[in-house]
């Protein structure tokens, strides 16, 4: 449900109350503690969730100097923020680009990353296939570093494949060896444009159903 005003401009400055909620509203930020001694119930949390309080809300204003947070309320599967915008956005850029800044640029901690980069390079050491659509810059460079290794890889890619087609360059020989196997569930295009939100979720989708299938 969209809750913003249709006829207001949010390139202006002002005060907001921004509310972004986890995908499928799964519970990944904390959990719901209600004290046996019927003390006030608080959120505990997750390690996720601390990271997006005391960092990743404290980096919008070192990208958007005019925007100040001024609280931030994280439940288990959302966030309210109260932001001060103190002047107005430069053309072209508007509230929503530091909301969706804010969401891409949040997904993993540093640390969670590094963890999660050794669990599936150690997966793929192990004889291990990793199945990726390599969306995201850190994706991308676990997948670039299992090629090199010269690990299994299945690449959901967002284009698909023209007549003809042939992987170029080190894509061509880990085909070849049976090491690189490459699908996508569109057709061909050659447009140059952006992944959508949707595309990328479908993707992703994609990946599980892919792993489920091959425990």
């Known amino acids: 449900m969209k809750r913003r005003k249709p006829w207001h401009d949010y390139h202006h400055k002002g005060t907001y109350m921004l509310t972004l909620v986890v995908d499928d509203r799964l519970p990944i930020l904390g959990r719901l503690i209600?004290?046996?001694d019927n003390r006030s119930a608080y959120v505990e949390l997750t390690e996720l969730g601390k990271a997006i309080c005391n960092e990743e809300t404290k980096k919008i204003p070192h990208f958007y100097k005019m925007v100040e947070v001024w609280k931030v309320c994280i439940m288990p599967d959302h966030i309210h923020m109260i932001v001060r915008v103190k002047e107005n956005f430069p053309d072209g850029k508007h509230l929503g680009d530091v909301v969706r800044g804010f969401k891409v640029h949040s997904a993993y901690t540093d640390k969670e990353y590094e963890d999660y980069k050794q669990k599936w390079l150690a997966c793929g050491e192990r004889g291990g296939v990793l199945v990726s659509a390599a969306i995201a810059t850190r994706e991308k460079e676990v997948m670039r570093e299992a090629m090199n290794r010269g690990y299994r890889i299945i690449l959901v890619r967002e284009n698909g494949f023209p007549p003809l087609y042939k992987p170029a360059g080190e894509s061509f020989y880990a085909c070849s060896e049976g090491r690189l196997l490459q699908v996508s569930p569109w057709e061909y295009h050659m447009q140059r444009r952006t992944i959508s939100r949707e595309?990328?979720?479908?993707?992703?989708?994609?990946?599980?159903?892919?792993?489920q299938q091959h425990k």
């Open 34 to 36: 209600m004290p046996a």
């Open 199 to 211: 595309q990328c979720l479908m993707l992703n989708r994609l990946v599980e159903t892919i792993t």
